[in-house]
């Protein structure tokens, strides 16, 4: 089997798991990992998402990774950033003659890369974010690009598929924890409705204003008076 075709199966087997038993950050941590392993001028690899106008790095195969792109944030500038911004890939042969960056190149170089490679990571008409693959030895080829073309496919529908994913199970979490709230508050109402001789629109009031006054929230209150029959 060719690098290309084993990178692809191995990439795409990583995509069955993603939204039965692994989360998106496992998923791409695992995938910078084996683009380390695959790609032979990648020596380092990470996964940057950009939302609510910030950029930051959602995945990477190791520490190094994550300094290189924490650079780039702090300087509002590097090839990673550049990829994002434009929605084209970007390619740096060699730090040591790099002009483009002059913020960042700086301290790029300390960390011992040589070259670069970014992709954009495009969902639809949405650029997502961006795959950074860095190099410590060598430039990025037409074969090392290849195989990074596939990988970025791959990460950019991972990342779109699981951010909807996610958000409808968030939006589901919210959604049941606000149905046991009203079920608490339901019970709480009626002890007090009982004892109080009092409306069901009286027994929320009197919950509501104990909530302001002890600025609590007000299903905590109704839980106080559901486990103890008290809210005073």
């Known amino acids: 089997m060719s690098e290309f075709h084993e990178f692809s199966h191995r990439i795409g087997a990583l995509s069955q798991t993603l939204l039965s038993d692994e989360t998106i950050d496992g998923f791409l941590a695992r995938a910078a990992r084996l683009s380390v392993a695959l790609i032979p001028a ?4 990470s996964v940057s998402v950009a939302g609510d106008g910030k950029v930051r790095t ?26 994002i911004h434009t929605g084209s890939t970007v390619r740096s042969v060699a730090y040591a003659e790099e002009r483009r960056w002059p913020k960042f190149v700086p301290l790029a170089i300390p960390e011992g890369v040589v070259g670069s490679y970014s992709l954009p990571l495009e969902a ?12 410590l030895k060598e430039t990025f080829g037409d074969d090392d690009q290849e195989l990074s073309d596939a ?5 950019a529908v991972a990342v ?11 939006l589901s979490r919210h959604l049941e924890e606000a149905l046991k709230s009203r079920d608490v508050i339901g019970q709480a109402k009626g002890i007090i ?9 009286q027994a929320f009031d009197m919950l509501r204003k104990v909530s302001q006054a002890r600025n609590v929230k007000l299903r905590e209150v109704a839980d106080l008076v559901v486990l103890t029959g008290t809210w005073q």
Request: hydrophobic share 35%; proline share 1%; charged share 25%.
């Open 42 to 45: 990648c020596d380092a690899c």
């Open 58 to 83: 959602r995945a990477s195969s190791d520490a190094l990774a994550e300094r290189v792109d924490h650079h780039q944030y702090e300087q509002d500038q590097g090839p990673c950033l550049e990829a």
């Open 124 to 135: 639809g008409e949405r650029t997502v974010g961006a795959l950074n693959l860095y190099s």
């Open 151 to 155: 990988f970025a496919d791959q990460a």
């Open 160 to 170: 779109a598929n699981a951010g909807a994913y996610h958000q409808a199970l968030e």
């Open 193 to 201: 409705m009982e004892r109080e001789r009092v409306t069901a629109d």
